[in-house]
């Protein structure tokens, strides 16, 4: 309870399409791995919206920083990070890579942002349950304990966005893989008793194989979206994305994907929409 007395009341949810006063989460912007200095000030200049960045720990000192698998290093400390972001224009998404970093990174979220009113949306995100995974391939156990990832983020920064998700393995395929309903409803359960804004991260190559269960996650409560993501790999099937865009209102789904595939997926979008003209 030490950590959630220690809250910031300053601290409240913010809407980020509202903080960028937008109607359309398509027309939110991402920079991607903002692990760097370099990078970092790239993100700051640029037209990005949301800065994404990875957090784990160094090995030698256990400080946060920012870094993604198999980096171990970065010239970029969480604090740094969070000190040229607090109070920009810009949103921050920070991507949980080991239970290990998330108390001691949101111990200096809140110690950076304790006594001023953060403006900035928020997002903390971790894959907290197990996806698909194939007989050919080695299965990983490496998603992120659900209750500690949840249990954490209430007690220090209730305001944040939880982006959640389930841990995929590298390859999935638009044919055969899908959020199948043990995947999808112990989600239910656990963001049974939170009542903060959720995003649930979905990746978009089992999009046409999931639409039932996606919708149905989201049909739980109003404060729940989707973010659509993809790797530079994938190749997803643009006509089941904008099939789901039409199910649903625009402002529940954000788009984080390659500059490709954004592409393509907008061609299908207009090509669609001069159909029905």
């Known amino acids: 309870m ?23 989460g398509l027309e939110l912007r991402w920079a991607h791995a903002v692990n760097s200095h370099k990078k970092l000030q790239e993100a700051l200049s640029g037209k990005a919206m949301m800065l994404e960045a990875d957090v784990l720990l160094r090995p030698a000192d256990g400080t946060p920083i920012m870094a993604h698998p198999p980096d171990t290093e970065s010239d970029l400390s969480l604090v740094q990070f969070l000190k040229e972001t607090i109070g920009t224009t810009k949103g921050i998404k ?50 992120i304990d659900p209750n500690v990832f949840l249990s954490l983020c209430v007690k220090y920064y209730p305001s944040a966005v939880l982006s959640v998700g389930w841990k995929t393995e590298k390859h999935v395929f638009v044919d ?16 049974s008793d939170i009542s903060q804004l959720v995003t649930f991260a979905v990746r978009a190559n089992m999009i046409g194989n999931s639409m039932e269960q996606i919708i149905w996650l989201l049909s739980l409560s109003d404060q729940y979206t989707l973010t659509i993501w993809s790797a530079n790999f994938d190749e997803p099937n643009m006509k089941e994305l904008v099939s789901l865009r039409n199910k649903v209102d625009k402002s529940r789904i954000f788009y984080d994907l390659p500059p490709d595939q954004e ?13 029905y003209l």
């Open 176 to 191: 055969n893989d899908r959020y199948e309903w043990h995947f999808v409803k112990p989600m239910k359960d656990l963001l």
């Open 263 to 275: 592409t393509k997926f907008m061609e299908e979008l207009q090509h669609q929409n001069k159909m």
């Open 2 to 24: 030490e950590g959630r007395m220690r809250t910031n009341q300053n601290h409240l949810p913010v809407d980020v399409l509202k903080f960028f006063h937008l109607e359309d």
């Open 94 to 143: 920070l991507d949980f890579k080991s239970v290990a970093a998330i108390e001691p990174s949101l111990k200096i979220l809140l110690d950076i942002t304790s006594g001023q009113e953060v403006r900035n949306p928020v997002w903390l995100n971790a894959d907290i349950l197990p996806g698909p995974c194939h007989k050919d391939t080695q299965c990983s156990n490496a998603f």
